[in-house]
């Protein structure tokens, strides 16, 4: 029978290995990363103090007073770990991710191409090598003992084996900084162009812990059933079986009946026999989606038909990683080479028609003159799922079937036929009033003082664009803009009616700076015969209607 032989590569403290790329935590002081007030993950330092995964923050302060924290950032370790899994494939192929800093590959391909196994641990920590980052390896049969195989090698790098089960080591690689990040999609790790020639030729040996074929079962009788987790170690230690050589010894018959599949399944692993393959693939998202035409495509209809199948897959394959897409950019090429390229922002995340409409859109308002040969659309950055789940008393914002309303409203009016109203920031009233397409990012207002602005209660009718009117004297002579402006008498609504003028004030010098240009407005305030109240707007081209209160 052809014995399985699986390979488990780990970079220790993954988290704080992302935390410290992205200049989150600083070096020479214990660090450690938290999510929802419990440590992550934590460095040698912190350890040396106390801090332990799992830990309460405040525990870990309280015993360790110069701990740096920072906050767990899991897409950005999820992304970034995608150039480690992709150096490990350019040496192993049909490797897995397993997350937290760890993955998976068969060995028995690689021992035969590059061997044996520990010639095959050599070229992976080569191809590592220029990431600069420590790496700990465990090859045992199953995934079970070496991923404990792997946790040894870190454990104890410098003892010498006891027994062939107890496998084979070398010592420990130091860590390097020969590594950066970039953005914007999320915290990337990527080799240093100059990573120094030692690192690259993997000089560096990192911690191994090789399990002799057959050898998994002895490997494994010594270790306590700890590491098995869950309820079930606690009720294997009160019945007085404290290894998983202990567990490994009791009948089949006996384990299903008191502790059932759950029980049976760790039975299989502390005898050595866990039943779990390396599937191919990673946990890190998929890369940008693509799509060339030929011949070309013309118009948005055409181009949403090709997409959809293509996002709701894109878009699936993202959710089954519990990811979700809250920016994306999309990119357009023409046939003659024409080229529209623009960045998408939307409240919550982008399902896959919500991708499709914006590439639809994008096509219509970029003026491109000839046929469209691609289309590539990048998220530029992910979150979590849990970050956008309904809350405990319902959902956040507009709920689903008012939102697949408007969706459909827009799809019929086009981008900018739905819009939403939010308070902007500025001196004009058009400016104060932000009207934003529907499913677009709503801008922050500007934060002022913005002097020359009215003051509240300001017009409930807003001009876009402000209208002309007109104002006379009591000799029928237009009032200009000036400082000094002759008592208007006479006003000419937007609508053309002439009404007299009850009251006035003003006017106000308002000056608008756009680069180098100064433009000089005046600002007057008018109420009518009828009883309405104006705001106006005169510049050297006359009067304008900027609002009116209703």
């Known amino acids: 029978m052809t014995t399985r032989r699986i390979a488990v590569v780990r970079v220790p403290d993954w988290s704080v290995e992302v935390a410290r790329a992205a200049g989150e935590l600083p070096g020479g002081v214990p660090v450690a990363t938290a999510h929802l007030h419990r440590i992550v993950a934590c460095d040698d330092l912190a350890r040396a103090a106390g801090v332990r995964v799992g830990q309460r923050v405040r525990d870990a302060q309280a015993g360790a007073p110069s701990l740096v924290l920072s906050d767990a950032d899991a897409v950005g370790e999820v992304l970034a770990f995608a150039h480690v899994i992709r150096a490990v494939e350019s040496v192993v192929p049909g490797v897995q991710g397993l997350g937290d800093g760890a993955l998976a590959l068969p060995m028995r391909g690689a021992a035969r191409f590059y061997g044996g196994e520990r010639e095959a641990v050599a070229a992976i920590v080569a191809a590592l090598a220029p990431l600069g980052l420590r790496v700990r390896v465990g090859v045992a049969d199953d995934r079970f003992t070496a991923e404990l195989a792997e946790r040894v090698a870190v454990e104890e790098p410098h003892r010498a084996p006891a027994t062939a089960a107890a496998g084979h080591e070398v010592t420990r690689s130091e860590p390097s900084s020969a590594y950066r990040t970039r953005t914007p999609a999320q915290r990337h790790l990527v080799p240093e162009v100059g990573a120094s020639p030692a690192e690259a030729d993997g000089q560096h040996p990192a911690p191994i812990r090789i399990v002799d074929p057959g050898a998994s079962r002895a490997f494994l009788a010594p270790v306590p059933v700890t590491v098995l987790g869950g309820e079930l170690a606690g009720m294997l230690l009160r019945l007085g079986l404290r290894t998983l050589g202990d567990l490994a010894a009791l009948p089949d018959a006996s384990v299903r009946d008191r502790f059932g599949a759950e029980g049976l399944r760790d039975l299989q692993r502390a005898r050595g026999l866990d039943d779990r393959r390396v599937e191919p693939g990673s946990d890190h998202p998929p890369d940008a989606l693509a799509l060339e035409f030929e011949p070309g495509i013309e118009g948005g209809e055409e181009l949403g038909f090709a997409l959809q199948s293509r996002a709701d897959a894109y878009v699936a394959e993202l959710a089954a990683r519990?990811?979700?897409?809250?920016?994306?950019?999309?990119?357009?090429?023409?046939?003659?080479?024409?080229?529209?390229?623009?960045?998408?922002?939307?409240?919550?995340?982008?399902?896959?028609?919500?991708?499709?409409?914006?590439?639809?859109?994008?096509?219509?308002?970029?003026?491109?003159?000839?046929?469209?040969?691609?289309?590539?659309?990048?998220?530029?950055?992910?979150?979590?799922?849990?970050?956008?789940?309904?809350?405990?008393?319902?959902?956040?914002?507009?709920?689903?079937?008012?939102?697949g309303v408007i969706e459909r409203l827009q799809g019929v009016l086009g981008r900018e036929g739905v819009v939403v109203a939010s308070l902007g920031g500025g001196r004009l009233l058009a400016e104060r009033g932000v009207l934003t397409p529907w499913g677009d990012a709503v801008a922050e207002a500007r934060e002022g003082p913005w002097p020359g602005s009215l003051p509240e209660p300001r017009p409930a009718t807003v001009f876009r664009p402000p209208q002309p009117v007109v104002l006379l004297d009591a000799d029928g002579g237009e009032v200009g803009t000036g400082e000094r402006i002759r008592p208007p008498t006479w006003f000419r609504t937007p609508s053309g009616d002439r009404r007299r003028v009850a009251a006035w004030a003003g006017p106000w010098p308002l000056r608008m700076?756009?680069?180098?240009?100064?433009?000089?407005?005046?600002?007057?305030?008018?109420?009518d015969g009828a009883g309405d109240a104006w705001v106006l707007l005169g510049d050297a081209a006359g009067w304008r209607a900027e609002g009116r209160y209703d």
């Open 322 to 403: 519990r990811l979700v897409v809250a920016e994306v950019r999309i990119l357009l090429r023409a046939d003659l080479g024409g080229i529209s390229e623009r960045t998408w922002r939307k409240p919550g995340f982008f399902r896959a028609r919500d991708v499709v409409d914006r590439a639809r859109w994008q096509l219509a308002e970029s003026g491109l003159d000839s046929a469209l040969v691609e289309v590539r659309i990048t998220p530029e950055r992910l979150e979590r799922d849990t970050e956008h789940m309904p809350g405990l008393w319902g959902g956040r914002g507009v709920d689903e079937r008012t939102r």
């Open 513 to 527: 700076r756009a680069g180098a240009h100064v433009e000089a407005l005046a600002r007057i305030q008018v109420v």
